[in-house]
């Protein structure tokens, strides 16, 4: 994904985005460190992952064409997301 801007307004987090921006509760600033295959990086909690994955893909749907964005939705939506973002993975 992109980076985007993120900001603290008032007692929330802020991510700016071209079409809109989104809020977040302070948790999404939590730290998670993940270990893939040795590398190691810190990430925010699940649940934001997931929320920030759909969100980007709503602002661009034309990404739901690359095969890397159709390998994470496969790893991070359910068969019931999918559906609801009307998102056909063969």
Partial sequence: MSVIPVYKVNNVIEFRYPNGNEQYPHQILEKVERN????IFI???DEYIKNI???H????PDKKM???FKI???AVL???ELKIMNWQID
């Fill in 53 to 55: 994955f759909i969100n």
């Fill in 57 to 60: 893909i709503k602002a661009r």
């Fill in 72 to 74: 994470d939705a496969m």
């Fill in 36 to 39: 893939i295959s040795g590398y």
């Fill in 66 to 68: 690359r095969e890397n």
């Fill in 43 to 45: 990430t925010p909690p």
């Fill in 78 to 80: 359910n068969q019931n």
